[in-house]
């Protein structure tokens, strides 16, 4: 495919071989979240040898990297942020090395900081899509462009794959902080997409009731976030009778432009930010058409939508000062002392840490705030429970928030506030939020262990 580019731009504009060799062995290369220029992969593929000990830091790609497989070598060291369906057996595997970060931590200026070291793999090379430029020399990094502001302000290479059909947002840098770009990649060279499991029916009917549940945690005027999970994500679906919400969110999904679009979500109440709709990303399945339309909208209405780097979004410090601020985030299991998991399942890494425990710090010291924390009672097709008596040990089961922070928590079965409460009084209500099939044997384990 021909891009056009300003003629003062046009030695940027290079093959997939010649922008990779800008790459050096040893680097750290940073890729785009849901935004990596797959046009690269062949020429790095097919360069390995020289790029011997090159670090991969990916966080939540959509795709099946080469060098995720065993069958790839130890070329590279390849570290994910936050796994997903295809690095988990990779991660447990040892081909990929799972980095627990919080994304308030990750603002350029600290990433930066030479004192620091390289505490947080500082990029050295950064990959991603842009959009072909506006007549200024202007580009976008569409709708989620994450991690772009550490990218450009720490790498010593950026390297763009323009893409014709990204969406012009907010999020855009001139053409001059870009070093290499490359055209898209062509349709037959795309990379497998990730297995996207579905949800069993009976766990998304669960996720319906606790987000019911939820939502009657966020008020007319309240401004709040939403994080990843069935449960969480719910909630969105139950806020079409309020009135002048408003948003500061990692993520978006498309209920949430929804929200947007038919008046719901207004911000025009908020302290910080009137008015505008702030987010790191809109995330959804490629093949929803409710995603499409969500990317439609937000395209043609940038005044609403402001995108900015993960770190200045899920930030405690921001976050504390929006009055009436309300976090709603998935957990995957809590223990009777209110201590929550969020990011591991038995004995492998299922997510990672991002901004939740950002959001629900900083919920407590906002004015008006509120921490939501959201839970399907049962796993397993209802075989386990999600609220256990202790948290296990292991190198995934980190317990990601302390205790004492959690403020509501959600089951299908009610709504708990454990703020204040005694270590009694917390495991009596939150065995009172459990599956009715295991109440008795929690509250024989409160027993055992002291808590009851």
């Known amino acids: 495919m021909t891009v056009e580019l300003p003629a003062r731009y046009r030695d940027k504009l290079m093959t997939p071989e010649a922008a990779v060799a800008l790459i050096r062995p040893g680097d750290v290369v940073l890729w785009g979240v849901h935004m990596e220029p797959l046009s690269l992969v062949p020429a790095i593929v097919n360069d390995r040898e020289r790029l011997r000990g090159v670090t991969m830091l990916h966080h939540t790609t959509w795709y099946q990297f080469p060098w995720f497989q065993p069958e790839f070598g130890d070329a590279f060291r390849v570290c994910d942020m936050y ?147 069935p449960a969480a994500e719910a909630t969105v679906e139950f806020l079409r009778d309020r009135h002048d919400l ?59 939508f402001e995108f900015r780097t993960v770190p200045r979004v899920a930030n405690l410090k921001v976050v504390a000062e929006i009055e009436n601020f309300v976090a709603v985030n998935n957990v995957l299991a809590v223990d009777l002392t209110g201590q929550v998991v969020i990011n591991f399942l038995g004995t492998q890494p299922i997510a990672g840490i991002g901004g939740n425990f950002d959001f629900i710090v900083g919920s407590h010291y906002a004015k008006g705030g509120r921490g939501v924390y959201c839970l399907l009672s049962t796993a397993q097709g209802g075989r386990a429970s999600r609220i256990v008596p202790q948290i296990p040990h292991g190198p995934y089961q980190v317990v990601a928030v302390p205790n004492y922070m959690v403020d509501y928590l959600v089951t299908e079965h009610g709504v708990v506030n454990l703020e204040g409460k005694s270590l009694r009084e917390r495991a009596q209500a939150i065995i009172g939020i459990a599956h009715p099939d295991f109440r008795a044997e929690l509250r024989q384990a409160a027993r055992t262990l002291g808590l009851l």
């Open 246 to 304: 408003g948003v500061h969110s990692e993520l978006i999904f498309p209920g949430v432009v929804e929200l947007v679009r038919d008046g719901v979500v207004t911000g025009t109440y908020k302290n910080v930010d009137q008015g505008k709709v702030v987010t790191a990303g809109l995330i959804g399945n490629p093949n929803d058409p409710r995603m499409a339309e969500a990317v439609r909208f937000v395209s043609q209405h940038p005044d609403l």
């Open 83 to 229: 796994p997903g369906s295809n690095t988990r057996a990779a991660i447990a595997a040892g081909q990929v090395e799972f980095v627990p970060l919080s994304f308030g931590l990750l603002n350029p200026e600290r990433v930066a900081n030479p004192d620091r070291g390289r505490l947080y793999q500082s990029p050295d090379v950064y990959l991603t899509r842009l959009s072909p430029p506006d007549e200024d020399g202007f580009v976008s990094l569409g709708v989620v462009p994450w991690f772009w502001e550490i990218g450009f302000a720490t790498a010593r290479v950026v390297i763009g794959e323009i893409d014709p059909s990204l969406p012009r947002t907010s999020a855009r840098v001139h053409l001059s902080r870009v070093h290499a770009l490359v055209p898209p990649a062509p349709q037959e060279s795309t990379l497998p997409a990730r297995p996207l499991a579905a949800t069993p029916p009976d766990e998304l009917e669960a996720a319906q009731v606790v987000g019911a549940n939820a939502a009657t945690l966020i008020r007319d005027r309240d401004t709040f976030q939403v994080g990843v999970g």
